[in-house]
């Protein structure tokens, strides 16, 4: 994907939290993000000391709607991390634009988009930080946990390798505070044998998509997948919105399980109404 680190962590998660950490996000810090995404994304934040400052999604696309990202914008802003939520990039030129005039770094949350471009690029390279998960249901899982950090910048690939590993360089010499956060050898094993197969996957979960969308597109009541002009879409999940009735859509989900297929509601709780976050004061 043309970056020139890539560091193996123990999960998604961690790699967001190294990633932040690496980027020097600390106490009292704001990061920018979306609350329509897994938890993950803003307890990773949080785990580093700072406030996820919540903007809302492109309610077309799901990711954060970038035209809201300025207002929220403050002195302690110190990151703007997207989501590519489904397997679809954000909208990042005018993210990286607004990171470039207020000196912010940007993380992105590519758990969900390996393979995905922007552009020409592919997500995980496009900002200063890439953070992907190998969880089973993700587009390159293994068998239990596993993550990854992608960066150019080697201060970063390095913070990253220290912050894995109990923060040293060498063993027994403990330079920062750290994690035992590193790739387990085996899912590592798993994830090179998989990763060769990872083109031919994608093409067939895109196959399907077309699929479901021929099948799909006279149904009046749900929306299908949106696909924004510069962006490619890898389907790590195929969701469909139903527009007016929820009991149209446990209904469905119902019958889906009779037939042994498998579904979920991504997501119910968006992450600002969650209790975790009740302290933040937000809206419905
Ligand atoms: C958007 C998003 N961010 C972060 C994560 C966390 O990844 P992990 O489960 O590997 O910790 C996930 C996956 O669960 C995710 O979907």
């Not at 990773?44 to 400052?53: D, F, K, L, S, Y």
């Not at 470039?100 to 949350?109: F, M």
């Not at 093409?203 to 299908?224: C, F, G, M, N, P």
Request: net charge positive; charged share 20%; hydrophobic share 35%.
């Amino acid at each position: 994907m043309k970056v020139s680190y890539a560091v193996g962590v123990a999960s998604g998660t961690e790699a967001l939290q190294l990633g932040l950490l690496a980027c020097g996000v600390e106490s009292g810090d704001e990061v920018i993000t979306t609350p329509f995404t897994f938890i993950a994304t803003a307890e990773a934040i949080t785990q580093c000391g700072a406030v996820p400052v919540f903007v809302d999604i492109d309610p077309v696309t799901y990711n954060i709607d970038p035209t809201k990202i300025e207002f929220k914008i403050t002195d302690r802003t110190k990151a703007i991390l997207p989501v590519h939520l489904y397997g679809q990039a954000a909208t990042m030129k005018p993210i990286l634009e607004l990171a470039e005039k207020y000196n912010l770094l940007v993380i992105e949350d590519c758990a969900q988009s390996l393979g995905a471009k922007y552009k020409e690029k592919k997500t995980g390279s496009i900002g200063d930080v890439g953070c992907f998960s190998f969880f089973p249901s993700k587009i390159l899982g293994a068998y239990g946990d596993g993550g990854m950090i992608t960066t150019n910048n080697p201060e970063i690939a390095e913070k990253v390798k220290m912050l894995r590993n109990h923060g040293c360089k060498e063993k027994y010499y403990h330079l920062i505070p750290g994690f035992n956060s590193r790739l387990d050898n085996l899912q590592a094993t798993i994830l090179r044998v998989k990763l060769n197969h990872i083109d031919n996957w994608t093409k067939k979960r895109k196959q399907a998509a077309e699929l479901y969308a021929h099948y799909l597109k006279e149904v009046d009541e749900i929306t299908l997948p949106y696909l924004g002009p510069d962006k490619s879409h890898v389907f790590n999940y195929y969701t469909i919105r139903f527009k007016n009735s929820q009991k149209n859509r446990n209904q469905l989900q119902q019958h889906l399980r009779t037939q042994g297929i498998a579904n979920a509601i991504y997501y119910p709780v968006s992450l600002h109404l969650q209790d975790v976050y009740r302290h933040l004061k937000h809206k419905n």
